[in-house]
């Protein structure tokens, strides 16, 4: 009857206990969802390479690099005179040249002076025509911008002005380098295109065609010191010598 102490209910939830106890006893208790993630980072941890283990070849490159920086550089320095010799297109004069003025300077690369000197003639070449003079002393050594500035005080002196545009370059190549006494020096020969045309006074054309492109070539000498490392600091070249063909 309701309410009555049932002895069959108190046997069957005993023999429920029992088992329950009975299976933590053999499975083990759950460890909840933060001690899981503990040990499973604790097992990726013993999984993981041990030293003198294969598998751990990521090691293997600061090695390397140590191996090399303890050499003196020697890998790099033997894979950057190989690339250099290559841009010379085995011209062993100019190779030669070029490598003396890496080694001295490694900073040095070959295409890089290219670019820049190509730019620096389509700024000297544009001053010129200008008369800008201010451009031209921050490009110029000494004994080539008084010859420039000559040039130019001549033509305001004739009141000639030169109309000119430029159309690109064509073609630089390295043609002479050499490391003499710590002054790097490097000659690149300039097939370009210009619309130029010399007017005087009145506007009337004295030389050229302010309607035709023509082709010019220069040979430009460009040096740099690059004796100590005070110097080398400062990477700006110079045009010390000028041949048109």
Known sequence: MPGSFD????????VAVVVVLKLRSILGSDPGPTERRSDRAGDGKRRGPQNGQDGGKVVTLPRREAAVAAAGGDVAVADAEQRIRAFAANDTAIADGLVEIYKLDPAFDPGGFVKGGSQAYEMIVTAFAEGNRKTLKDLLSKDVYEAFNAEI?????????????FVGILKADITEAELKNGTASVTVKFLSQLISATRDRRGTVMAGDPQKIKEVTDVWTFSRDISTPRARQNPNWRLVATQDQ
């Open 7 to 14: 002895i069959y209910t108190l046997i069957a939830f005993v």
């Open 153 to 165: 005080m001549a033509r305001d002196r004739r009141g000639e002005i030169v109309d000119q545009s």
